[in-house]
């Protein structure tokens, strides 16, 4: 089980920190990402990280402004999300896959989480 935490309202140009627990023994995520999804849009890739060999990868629209990590003693990954944008308004879901290759692709994933929504107000 994936849960994701953290969202909320925040105002253009502020900071977010987003969260996502695994649990469960069945679950084997080598690979975490995150995506989002807004209102009337599909669904896009925003990050993922390689939880063994520290592989990163950003979308485009997010380089230097969010940063993923992963705690794995803790088995959690979190999302800081900076200089936010109303644009990066969307429900954001954290994503699991056991293969170690890091992807941006949704269908890669097999686990998902139930999604936080962060809101960015101008």
């Known amino acids: 089980q994936l849960q994701a935490s953290g969202g909320g309202l925040v105002q253009s140009g502020g900071s977010l920190r987003l969260s996502c627990a695994v649990s469960?023994?069945?679950?084997?995520?080598?690979?975490m990402g995150w995506f989002r999804q807004a209102p009337g849009k599909e669904r896009e890739f925003v990050a993922a990280?390689?939880?063994?060999?520290?592989?990163?990868l950003y979308a485009d629209s997010v380089k230097g402004r969010f940063s993923i990590s992963s705690d794995n003693a803790k088995n959690m990954v979190a999302l800081q999300m900076n200089s936010l944008k109303p644009e990066d308004t969307a429900v954001y879901y954290c994503?699991?896959?056991?293969?170690?290759?890091?992807?941006?692709?949704?269908?890669?994933?097999?686990?998902w989480g139930q999604g936080t929504q962060v809101t960015v107000s101008s």
């Open positions: 994503a699991g896959r056991g293969s170690s290759w890091i992807s941006s692709n949704d269908y890669n994933y097999e686990y």
């Open positions: 469960g023994r069945a679950i084997r995520t080598s690979v």
């Open positions: 990280i390689s939880r063994s060999g520290g592989d990163i």
